[in-house]
């Protein structure tokens, strides 16, 4: 049985959720959080 981890899933969840926080980040201002510095 091949393992998930060998086909890549893990490292694409990694970028999926990287990208999806890096949204959030830049989008706080939206809901009154000030972020500097990034």
Known sequence: ???AYTRGVYPTKA???SAEVMHTI???S???VDVDDF
């Open 15 to 17: 970028l999926l959720k």
């Open 1 to 3: 049985m091949v393992h």
């Open 26 to 28: 830049t989008h706080a």
């Open 30 to 32: 939206e809901y009154g």
